[in-house]
């Protein structure tokens, strides 16, 4: 993936577009420009940043449905309620489930001493089951007022893409909810999660559902 950006920003070096990469190939703070290892990482991030985690809070929606008829029932009744049931998907099923930091010095939090150089795990999707927030965290609720997840990260790296998620999530899943009828997973096999522990998402999430009678 590396080799495949390198050529196509050496190509926009070469002859800029009207496009992001050739932005970011001419951005410039205080006469400094991006290296091309930080462009193409970025370009990489971006990608499967705005890809799969979309992908996975759609996945996990349809998961969350099929588990609780009685949320989708009601979302079908009543379709005001479907921007909270997304946001109650991304805190009770956190399509990205934990964050990777290095501490810079020596941190104490709660007692506990992490040295400098430490890899450090946040886990957001424990942070989105914490009791303290939101009461009986293990309950689907798509009325509750889930404001305070941390789905999509906090402080300066949140999420830039959260807005362009919520609005193709409020999108597609309305148009899944009323076009698929009957949707139900299919557990014929148990469902399989991506590996690493970053991603809460599933290879494969097969699905069985009523065709609409065509509309004459
Ligand atoms: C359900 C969908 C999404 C979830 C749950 C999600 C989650 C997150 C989280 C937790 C972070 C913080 C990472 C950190 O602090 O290390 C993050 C950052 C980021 N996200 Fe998303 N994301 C989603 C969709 C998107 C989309 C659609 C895009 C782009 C089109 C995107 C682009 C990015 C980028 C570029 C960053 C890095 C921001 C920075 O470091 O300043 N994300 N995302």
Known sequence: MSDYFEAMLEDRRR??????????????VDGERLSMDDTISFCTLLLLA????????LGQAIRCFDEHPDALEQVR???????????????????????IRT??????IEGV?????????GWLASANRDERQFPEPER??????????????HGIHFCIGAPLSRLETSIALPMMVEQLPELH?????PLELFEGRVLFGFKRLPITFTALEPAI
């Open 140 to 153: 689907f609720d798509i009325t509750r007022h889930t404001h305070r997840h941390i789905a999509f990260g």
């Open 185 to 189: 997973v299919v557990h014929d096999q």
């Open 103 to 108: 501490t810079t010095a020596e941190v104490t």
């Open 113 to 121: 001493t992490i040295p400098a150089d430490s890899v450090v795990f």
């Open 77 to 99: 009744k009543q379709p005001e309620l479907m921007p909270g049931a997304i946001e109650e998907v991304l805190r009770y099923a956190s399509p990205v489930w934990r964050l």
């Open 50 to 57: 705005g890809h799969v985690t979309t992908t996975n809070l």
């Open 15 to 28: 002859q800029p577009r009207d496009d992001m990469m050739s932005e970011l190939l001419a951005a410039e």
